[in-house]
């Protein structure tokens, strides 16, 4: 059970974002991809549920390539890699408990009941009970993200992809996500890929990190790894100290 | 000198390649709702809510333009007829003209800027918000989801819209000669049945299908290839209706010349 990305090479028109990217999400673990905003790391993770193909390289889930899966096969694939997106994506004309039943509607195997259930276990896990008749605009920002992961884990997927979990958030409520990211690796054993760059977020919740800096994997390691490091590019990114790239470029 | 006389040729050049893109897209998408047409089980609950909210929501528009519009036709004959030709003609020209072109033609560009536009901006918003996307990540095929209800709906409800208009616009426009142009209802009617062939009927619900088919496709088109944010969702609105009013149009004449 990993998510395997393997020399990615991805570009839009002349902007050539990604240039040869790898990296590896292992079973049980969250793996955090650091970059700037604009290097490419939410065009990484659309890679993984094949919304977006690769010019060069492969992804593999489980050993499976992705490029290679007809629609149907992706159609499995999507139902066991749960996707949150940057401003949760919920869909406007829908409640929340609608917005979450969503994807257990394309499951023939659950039930009307069955359903019922799991849209309220998924909103318990994530402190929204109570919200269920809400429309998508009547939620506060954090409101919001918790539904899209409640959205994401309904169908009880092995792996979870969060795009920009904390962007905008205030601090308590980053906080409250951090720990809602924990609790899907440790409760229900989800394999994490979060993509960020918010450096306190990513230190609370990653096994293990990569950044990525100029379409490559500028490291991959642990976090204390990444504290240690004397990389200029890697240090200046974790300490937000621009002068360091200066002098490193 | 030789670059400023290539000039036009250039953007008539960069203007073909355009239309010829926006074309074969449009034609892609198509093919894709055709294609998608297999997944009965996901555009099948939807079509039902987009027949209520594509044709019969559009219904009070529809009308009232063809109210005013059987009215002016109606003292338009009248006056245009003077003394030379005899006055329930009035009815034959409200009558012609409702089923053979304003009916369908009128209804047709009003949906294209009340439908179309609603299309292409809640496709769009759902394309720049991710929704789409996150469409595709819950299984569902979007094309499916969002397309085919819609085009379905569209292509079996302006039909019908545009019947109700042409009668409406008869009405009206019966109305307006008994009351302002004392002509009785026996001669209106007269004049009404006088050229009256039933293919006029097929001609027109034939035209309004159609209309029916380019205003919610365009309009999926435009929203599906959205980007940016409210700004490109506002480019893809008004492209939307623009575009559709434009094939409305050249299908008209289109379905002159083929079927008169």
């Not at chain 1, 990604?18 to 939410?42: M, N, P, Q, W, Y």
């Not at chain 2, 008539?12 to 897209?25: E, K, P, Y």
């Not at chain 2, 209800?149 to 079996?156: H, K, L, Y």
């Not at chain 2, 049945?193 to 999926?220: E, H, Q, R």
């Amino acid at each position: 059970m990993s998510i395997e990305i393997d020399g990615i090479h991805k570009a839009f028109g002349a902007n050539q974002v990604l240039r040869g990217f790898s990296v590896e999400a292992r079973e049980g673990e969250t793996l955090v991809i650091l970059g700037h905003s604009g290097s490419g790391k939410s065009v990484t993770i659309k890679h993984v549920v094949g919304l977006l193909q690769p010019d060069e390289g492969e992804v593999r889930v489980d050993g499976e390539r992705v490029g290679g899966m007809d629609i149907e096969e992706l159609f499995s694939l999507r139902r066991k890699v749960g996707f949150v997106f940057q401003f949760a994506a919920l869909f406007d004309s829908m409640s929340v408990a609608d917005n979450v039943a969503m994807g257990l509607r394309r499951m023939k195997e659950v039930s009307d009941e069955e359903r019922e259930e799991r849209v309220r276990e998924a909103l318990r896990v994530v402190d929204l009970v109570g919200f269920e008749d809400r429309a998508p605009s009547e939620l506060s920002g954090g409101q919001r993200k918790r539904a899209g992961i409640a959205r994401a884990i309904a169908t009880r997927p092995g792996y979870l992809l969060y795009d920009e979990p904390t962007t905008g958030l205030d601090p308590i409520t980053r906080a409250v996500v951090d720990r809602l990211i924990n609790r899907m690796k440790d409760e229900l054993g989800v394999t994490g890929i979060v993509i960020t760059h918010d450096m306190e977020s990513a230190f609370r919740v990653a096994d293990r990190l990569a950044m990525l800096y100029e379409g490559k994997c500028r490291l991959e390691g642990t976090p204390d790894e990444f504290r240690n490091s004397e990389d200029p590019v890697v240090r200046a990114f974790i300490e937000g100290r621009p002068e360091l790239m200066e002098e490193a470029e | 000198m030789t670059r400023t006389l290539l000039a036009p040729v250039r953007a008539l050049g960069r203007g073909t390649r355009v239309f010829t893109l926006a074309v074969g897209s449009w034609g892609s998408l198509v093919v894709d709702a055709v294609r998608a047409l297999r997944w009965v089980q996901i555009w099948a609950p939807l079509t039902l809510r987009q027949m209520t909210r594509i044709g019969v929501d559009s219904v009070p528009i529809a009308l009232f333009i063809a109210a005013f519009t059987g009215i002016v036709l109606a003292l338009q004959a009248s006056y245009t007829f003077t003394g030379a030709i005899p006055l329930y003609f009035v009815g034959v020209l409200v009558g012609k003209t409702m089923m053979l072109e304003l009916g369908p033609v009128l209804t047709g560009l009003a949906l294209s800027g009340r439908v179309g536009a609603n299309i292409s901006a809640e496709i769009g918003t759902m394309r720049v918000t991710e929704q789409i996307d996150a469409l595709e990540t819950l299984a569902y095929p979007p094309v499916a989801y969002l397309v085919v209800p819609r085009v379905i709906a569209g292509t079996i409800m302006f039909p019908l819209v545009t019947a109700l208009a042409i009668a409406m616009g008869i009405v009206a426009g019966w109305i307006t000669a008994i009351q302002l142009l004392e002509l009785s209802t026996p001669e209106f009617v007269n004049g009404l049945k006088l050229f009256f062939l039933p293919f006029d009927v097929t001609y027109a619900l034939i035209k309004a299908t159609s209309f029916g088919f380019v205003v919610t496709s365009i309009g999926c088109h435009f929203g599906f290839n959205t980007k940016g944010g409210a700004e490109g969702v506002g480019r893809s609105t008004t492209g939307a209706v623009v575009a559709s009013s434009m094939v409305i149009l050249v299908l008209d004449a289109f379905w002159a010349v083929l079927l008169l």
